[in-house]
């Protein structure tokens, strides 16, 4: 008989955590582990609909009942999957207390303001979770020469279409200097210095402002309706 149970360890958020520890430990310093738990958790967030399925203080509780039955019932009883990965992140840390540290970090990260861009640049796995829309935004866009600014280009992809509401308002959200250079850069193709991306016709778009889970609802303002400048 097959059990599906291993699939709460080895996809949903439980591994989307461990991995970000696994990311920070491999990045040797270049990534900081609290960094990764602020993304996760701003990821986890952005949308109303993600926050009524799974509250983050519900991952962190999740983390806390691994941590119990790794204790009770040993490392036999999970995926080897999920094993090999927690093994990656801890290093010499035991698996059940590294869990409970992972838990603390996530609800100490939820209880904090949202991280702004300029503060927290997007990884490239945030932006490709957030905003799928954008893949190829560079090379599709502004590459090939068809837009000779980088605001016509960016007023023709948020044109009536398949796709635009969401490449519109994740091209609303990006300020220029979070994207430049930083690893959503990869995820939108906007890895070409010899573009003069960022340079010609460039302009500030809005970004999205911090908020206190629980205390209210604060939104984006809304992207450019087509025909308007950037």
């Given amino acids: 008989m097959i059990s599906h149970t291993g699939t709460l360890f080895n996809d949903g958020p439980l591994r989307r955590v461990v991995e970000a520890a696994v990311r920070?430990?491999?990045?040797?310093?270049?990534?900081?582990?609290?960094?990764?738990?602020?993304?996760?958790?701003?990821?986890?967030?952005?949308?109303?609909?993600?926050?009524?399925?799974?509250?983050?203080?519900?991952?962190?509780?999740?983390?806390?009942?691994?941590?119990?039955?790794?204790?009770?019932?040993?490392?036999?009883?999970?995926?080897?999957?999920?094993?090999?990965?927690?093994?990656k992140a801890r290093d010499d840390v035991p698996g059940e207390e590294f869990l409970r540290t992972l838990a603390g970090r996530v609800r100490m990260a939820d209880q904090e303001l949202d991280a702004g861009f300029d503060e927290l640049p997007l990884a490239d796995w945030e932006a490709?979770?957030?905003?799928?829309?954008?893949?190829?935004?560079?090379?599709?866009?502004?590459?090939?020469?068809?837009?000779?600014?980088?605001?016509?280009?960016?007023?023709?992809?948020r044109s009536p279409?398949?796709?635009?509401?969401?490449?519109?308002?994740?091209?609303?959200?990006?300020?220029?200097?979070?994207?430049?250079?930083?690893?959503?850069?990869?995820?939108?193709?906007?890895?070409?210095?010899?573009?003069?991306?960022?340079?010609?016709g460039s302009s500030a778009v809005v970004q999205p402002v911090g908020k206190r889970r629980g205390v209210g609802k604060t939104f984006p303002p809304s992207p450019p309706r087509y025909g308007e400048q950037v």
């Avoid at 203080?57 to 941590?67: E, G, I, P, R």
């Avoid at 119990?68 to 009883?77: C, H, I, P, Q, T």
């Avoid at 995820?187 to 070409?192: A, E, F, P, S």
């Fill in 24 to 87: 920070a430990r491999e990045s040797q310093g270049a990534l900081d582990l609290d960094d990764e738990v602020r993304r996760f958790v701003r990821t986890a967030g952005a949308a109303d609909s993600s926050r009524w399925v799974l509250p983050v203080v519900a991952v962190a509780a999740l983390l806390d009942h691994t941590a119990d039955l790794l204790r009770s019932e040993g490392v036999a009883f999970f995926p080897r999957e999920f094993t090999e990965r927690l093994d």
């Fill in 161 to 200: 279409g398949p796709g635009s509401r969401g490449a519109s308002f994740g091209t609303a959200l990006f300020p220029l200097s979070c994207v430049r250079g930083g690893g959503s850069a990869r995820v939108l193709g906007l890895g070409n210095p010899a573009s003069g991306f960022g340079v010609r």
């Fill in 128 to 157: 490709a979770a957030r905003f799928p829309e954008l893949l190829g935004f560079g090379p599709n866009w502004i590459y090939d020469g068809e837009f000779p600014l980088l605001s016509e280009a960016q007023v023709a992809f």
